[in-house]
């Protein structure tokens, strides 16, 4: 992915140089890939139940957190009473084995978790990202020696095992979420400023960006006038590959009872509860495993949308094409190829998604 | 082949440079923390005698590069421990002493290395038959219903995390349709056959989502090979579609994936982890959960050390298979 990225400064002159009809470029490419659009509609549904979780949970009568003893039947190991595991008007989609506690309820808020988890540990490898791969395209070869020696190092480390590492080590009484979205921010930032400093390099090379430093502007205002508008259709690519692959990291912490910690409901951890209870109580597991790969998956077709709506290599296949909208997006997946600058790094963002 | 000889001493000096850095990093962030290092290392169960002792054996009392020195000397020479009564020997690699349990790091890590490594290469093989088995297939059947519906399973797979196909894979096959019991690790050395067939399973579950990747990579670069203008020589001299696919199209994609492979092998670690987690299965990835969950720091350090360790040898590996896979790769 980072050759075409890096390789291309195009996308991002349509951007800094057409402004507001850059933007309705990019909507009108997004527009044309009919599973891109499905994916976006989801992700809407999805962001927009996770803001509204304490209307829908009051709508319903129910929180997240209240035992409801007399649900369960204690006498059969805690499974719940009634059909399909107790769903009627009061519980929507039935109560937890054992605890009786709502699970509509757990759901959405769980939503709240995944979505509100992932966007801000994606917002802080965005910024840690831009921070160190403008400062080592910028810098003199000192700084980019050093930068990119440390960004080498870091992705050298195996996210999962770094972030169960760190997180054995911080205090309890750090707020979880808040820690795991850190975490995850602080360790998986270095592909992300690989492509920004290649990028950045290239855009270096550009006329208009010279003519700047002949003009006589600093460093720090090439960097903010200049620069940053031409990062963003890489930026806004690989983060929106970037979310789908942090909730597969946080629901991952959960369920080794690591990450979000009990009573705030996640996904992750609702799965490991429910691991024993899947023949008494299917739901309970199928739930929070449909809740997630929905979730991971219209992210991950959204995101190829995206690139392919940023991309003018792909983007222009889908304009002229023979009207095989889905050859077109699936080519984009080209660019998956390897970055030619250095051998040995594969360039799919979405790699550690799988985690 | 002076200057691919030279390629490897460089990237090999390279690699020695990045554990070297990893080792640092990881010393510092967890015996450097803010709170009672000696009592977090000690377990939450030490008496302050004991805790004093540690924080003796980890010369609390030194600037933090005299601390690291002495750490580094463990790994590379060796080093003593004594337990209050007796004196015990760590030899080199030393990891240091869990004192929860004590163990020696290097050794609970020894026990538990052949099951991830049966683990993590057995779902490579998996990951690499099933991921670039469909990609070449999908490059080949491009535009139809079958590509169609691989690209749509690929989709999925990437998808879904690890512990969920895992979990599902568990309970259809071991619960519903009682094809394979439950696993339970058997050594390779006691019964391969068994050992086979436990790992059926947790192979799958590793395998299944690290093989979307590589079939995305493998049609990706087949598509471009396919296109490239050699191609079009060979089959308008009348070659074979399945020998242009074969022995052309796949050496196209052969670099790419090796390289990808080196990264997957990183993510399958953290993988694995969830993988032991789920099937129970004896391993580092579940000793380290564990010792996570314990607050057991020298296994934490320690485990998270070895891991990097292969990782980074894993991208070495890969680095010097790439530049033999790809002659146009510029040696650097």
Redesign the interface.
Known sequence: MSEALAASPAPAADFSAAGASGARQFWRRLRAQRAALVAAAVVALLVLVALAAPLLTAVEGQDPTTYHPSLVDSARGGVPVGPLGGIGADHWLGVEPQTGRDLFARLVYGARVSLGVAIAATLVQVLIAVVVGVSAALGNRWVDQVLS?MT??IV???????S??????V?GSFPRPVLVALVIGLIAWGTLAKIVRAQTLTLKQLDYVAAARLSGWGTWRIARRDLLPGLAAPLITYSALLV?MNI?VE??LS????GVKPPTPSW?QM?TAA?VW??AAPQY?LLP?GA??VT??AL??LGDGVRTALDPRAASRLRVGTG?R??AR??A??????DPLR????A?G?????? | MSGFGGFVLRRTLGTVITLFAISVIVYVVFYATPGNVAQITCGPRCSPAQVHQVAEQLRLGDPLYVRYGHFLQGLLAGQDYSTGTSVQHCPAPCLGLSYQTDQQVMRLILTKLPVSLSLVFGAMAVWLVLGVGTGVLSAWRRGRLSERVLTGLTLAGQATPVFVIGLILMIVVCGQLELLPFPQYVNLSDDPEQWAWNLVLPWLSLALVEAAAFARLTRASMLETLAEDHIRTFRAYGVGERSVIGRHAVRGALAPIIALNANTFGSAVGGAVLTETLFGLPGIGQELVHAVNVVDLPVVVGMVLVIGFFVVIANAVADVLYAVADRRVVLT
């Open positions: 020696r080498e190092i050298a480390l195996p996210l999962m095992i770094m169960l590492a760190l997180l054995a080590i205090p789908p597969g629901a991952a369920f080794l009872g690591v992750g799965l691991d899947y023949q597991l495993a997630l790969f991971v998956l991950t077709v095989r889905g050859e699936a080519d997946g080209t660019a998956a190829g390897t051998p040995g790094t594969p799919d979405t790699k550690e998604a799988t985690a």
